[in-house]
């Protein structure tokens, strides 16, 4: 009598050990709940399918692998640089065409009259769709960095040089603009383009 309670004793604390080392686990792979900023949105899949979007604050979920969150900031306005990179901002530091053999491979641009033109760029955009822009394409930010690239030097392989230097920036901003919001709408990216400047050229 005393070995089969043994026995059971064993295994009841065998399965509450079990349990608190489940417990844990999940705690350790991200816990139950989550917390979305005022800033982000939080895209739910439930056994690898899209499930929902959730908003800022405190949610609960399903341990992995049942169910993923992935955060996006769509509430923040993003930019990528073409041409240049900024290092730090406190104090400011770039590296730029200028100094690096990369940045200036990325910057040159030959013009509709054969020119060659160097150009820092500097694209603003925002998420549009949380959604999209998680699953739509493999690398979204590499992928509208590649749009970029190409929008802007179609738009100044159809200018003049004079045009890109002085009266025609404002033309050529908007028409990079459109054109890059054009293919990214395409590629279902899930961006809003908010602006395009042309900074040193």
Not at 6 to 20: H, I, P
Request: glycine fraction near 8%; aromatic fraction near 8%; proline fraction near 4%.
């Amino acid at each position: 009598m005393k070995i089969v309670k043994t026995n059971a004793a064993r295994a009841g604390r065998f399965k509450v050990g079990l349990l608190l080392l489940v417990a844990l686990l999940w705690f350790i792979l991200g816990g139950p709940f989550y917390i979305i900023g005022p800033e982000e949105v939080g895209v739910v899949l439930t056994l690898g399918k899209y499930t929902s979007t959730e908003g800022s604050g405190f949610h609960f979920k399903w341990p992995w692998p049942l169910q993923v969150v992935y955060k996006t900031p769509v509430n923040v306005i993003q930019r990528l640089e073409i041409g240049f990179r900024t290092l730090s901002d406190n104090p400011p530091s770039y590296i730029s065409f200028t100094n690096d053999a990369g940045m200036l491979a990325e910057a040159e641009i030959l013009t509709g009259d054969e020119n060659i033109v160097n150009c820092a760029v500097i694209v603003q955009y925002r998420i549009d769709n949380a959604t999209d822009y998680q699953f739509n394409v493999r690398n979204p930010e590499g992928t509208l960095m590649d749009i970029s690239e190409a929008s802007l030097r179609m738009v100044i392989g159809d200018n003049a040089i004079d045009a890109v230097l002085t009266i025609g920036k404002l033309e050529i901003q908007n028409l990079v603009m459109d054109n890059i919001q054009e293919i990214a709408d395409q590629y279902g990216l899930g961006v809003d383009i908010i602006a395009v400047q042309l900074m040193d050229v």
